[in-house]
């Protein structure tokens, strides 16, 4: 991490060299510097920190900076705080976390931390009424592919240079009152309901972004500062970054700043720009393994057995002829070869494979980079299917399903948590063990937040899924959320009952569907009447086509298959016939015309 500026000998390091960047499509350069100035303590901070390959890839770069307010006498620390402790939780947050959820939940857990330090004192409407200890001013900037993500609180500010041009992009939370005095209107640690502004901008290669505190911004105009801007080749080092942003630092100073004084560069070097076909190229560099056999070793792993075989992939149980352990060996089809956005699809399972942990999802083992054959291994699961389970369980209890429900809905649960979307979840994705243990298996298809960000990636063209278990929505829109799962869950839990599905099946995905009312849903009394009526209401919520309609948690679905819901069959039974069977109000309707239409032909 970079070194938090105290003094006017503490500038910033970067902890990559630009050789070491290179593998990777985004690439910025920083540097700063900080003093005290005319004041006796220098309350202001600033930190930035590159990561290695792996977490830049996922979480990106950060620059942040801090201005403790003076009036608080834990300024110094404050500020301080903000910056290290920010970096530092932010890159402990999951791999799979968007750079806003990741963000937001770590300067929230901040400034409660912050707020709670401080004296419970007269809470005025303006912040230098209040005297709290620990008080902060604090902008970041989070460099992620093509992307730039602000999160802004008070005064410092983040100023974006572009063709000669320089723009603030960061909104000062402040008010003047008379000629000179400025009040901040916001602040960390000054609120426990803090509210933080977020927003995004494109990177462009050359792109400088400034991080200063007030006593820099207020006392140099843009114009001064555009021509300090000027003097950077398009290519600098970190040392002229740093001598740059002195020389603003002591521009500042020469202008008559009275406040400490703060100035942190960062430079976008270059951004991801790979083509369609250099991502394609990538994805196929490793080779795919042809269709193996018993006794055959790939890499240190002997094949003992075929388990699966299908056009898309082929499965194995192998022994580890290091550790002698067995596990399991998934390799795509050589039919998929050229398929790239299939090829990206099992990579990325790969990488979710290795990096969640739950008793009730497959695990899948961190892979020798260095091998140059395309496969992953996973824990070796000795069971079958939930399809094969419910060939052998065609009539089950409700007992039994509850079951099994739990435990999917406690690995779902998992999966939300990392903010991953399964979106293919269904028996075939379900294995049960000679325990009775329930594993998710096959998670190719999912969504995951932190690589939805990437631009070197290959945008999907189709919706993710298998059609008679997708949610309506991903149909209609290519969205897919935990509720999607959800409805997912429920077409499960119906076919386990009944052996049938909710809604009329589906050979391929209907790109006639335009909107929810085109789903109807089929009461599970059609199927099996000796199953109960809350049951059937409980199953027609969760698959709801319309996910606004649908159970909006898995704690609810799992909390209405336990014991009826009351409020919904009073409900219920409180509709018209047509609304509570329209099959039923329409044969009975038919039957009194066919009676009327008979006594018309007598008389």
Excluded at 236 to 258: C, F, H
Excluded at 494 to 505: I, V
Excluded at 519 to 546: G, M
Aim: proline residues 3%; charged residues 20%.
């Amino acid at each position: 991490m970079a070194n938090v500026a105290k003094s006017e000998h503490e500038t910033t390091k970067n902890k990559l060299t630009g050789k070491q960047q290179s593998d990777v499509g985004l690439h910025v350069k920083f540097g700063g510097y900080s003093c005290a100035g005319i004041k006796a303590e220098n309350q202001d901070a600033f930190a930035a920190l590159i990561p290695d390959k792996n977490e830049r890839i996922a979480k990106g770069v950060i620059a942040c900076i801090a201005d403790g307010v003076s009036s608080a006498n834990k300024a110094a620390e404050a500020s301080q705080l903000a910056v290290t402790q920010f970096i530092s939780d932010y890159y402990a947050t999951p791999q799979t976390w968007s750079t806003q959820k990741s963000a937001a939940k770590v300067i929230t857990s901040l400034n409660q931390w912050l707020y709670s330090q401080s004296s419970a004192m007269d809470m005025g409407s303006y912040i230098s009424k209040q005297q709290q200890q620990w008080l902060t001013t604090f902008s970041a900037m989070i460099f992620k592919s093509a992307t730039g993500y602000i999160f802004h609180v008070g005064d410092t500010r983040i100023s974006q240079y572009r063709n000669k041009q320089l723009e603030a992009i960061s909104q000062d939370h402040n008010c003047k009152q008379g000629t000179k005095s400025v009040i901040l209107t916001r602040a960390l640690g000054a609120d426990s309901r803090l509210q933080v502004d977020v927003h995004q901008v494109d990177l462009q290669t050359h792109d400088i972004y400034l991080l200063t505190c007030d006593g820099v911004h207020e006392f140099l105009t843009n114009k001064q500062l555009k021509t300090l801007l000027e003097t950077l080749s398009s290519t600098p080092d970190n040392i002229e970054l740093e001598r740059l942003s002195k020389t603003i630092v002591e521009q500042a100073l020469s202008a008559g700043s009275d406040d400490n004084v703060s100035c942190l560069l960062v430079m976008v070097i270059s951004t991801p720009n790979k083509k369609l076909a250099e991502i394609e190229r990538e994805l196929r560099k490793k080779i795919i393994p042809p269709a193996l056999e018993v006794g055959q070793t790939l890499d240190n792993f002997q094949i003992k057995k075929n388990i699966h075989a299908s056009n898309r992939s082929h499965v194995y149980l192998v022994e580890d002829n290091i550790t002698g352990e067995s596990l399991t060996l998934k390799t795509p089809s050589e039919n998929f070869a050229e398929d790239a956005l299939y090829l990206q699809a099992f990579t990325r399972e790969a990488w979710l494979g290795s990096r969640i942990k739950h008793t009730n999802v497959m695990a899948i083992k961190p892979l020798d980079s260095n091998s140059k054959f395309l496969y992953h291994i996973s824990e070796y699961i000795d069971g079958q299917t939930l399809t094969q389970w419910m060939y052998d369980n065609p009539k089950p209890s409700i007992a039994q399903v509850r079951d099994i429900i739990k435990q999917i809905i406690a690995a779902l649960r998992a999966f939300q948590r990392l903010e991953v979307v399964h979106r293919d979840l269904k028996p075939d994705n379900i294995m049960i063990d000679q325990h009775g243990q329930i594993k998710l298996i096959d998670y190719g298809a999912v969504f995951v937040a932190s690589l939805d960000e990437d631009q070197e990636k290959l945008l999907e063209d189709v919706p993710q899924g298998s059609v008679n278990y997708m949610a309506p929505e991903t149909l209609l829109t290519m969205q897919a959320n935990h509720l999607s799962d959800l409805f997912s869950l429920g077409v499960i839990c119906y076919e386990m009952l009944t052996g049938e599905l909710p809604y009329k099946p589906s050979v391929r995905a209907n790109n006639n569907y335009t909107h929810y009312q085109q789903w109807h849903y089929r009461s599970i009394k059609q199927h099996r009447n000796d199953l109960p009526l809350w049951l059937d209401l409980t199953l027609q919520q969760v698959t709801q086509a319309n996910p606004n309609l649908r159970s909006q948690a898995f704690s609810e679905f799992y909390a209405n298959l336990s014991k009826p819901n009351i409020e919904a069959i009073d409900e219920y039974k409180s509709l018209p016939l047509i609304q509570r069977n329209p099959v039923k109000f329409w044969q009975g309707l038919s039957f009194i015309l066919f009676i009327f239409l008979m006594l018309s032909l007598l008389y």
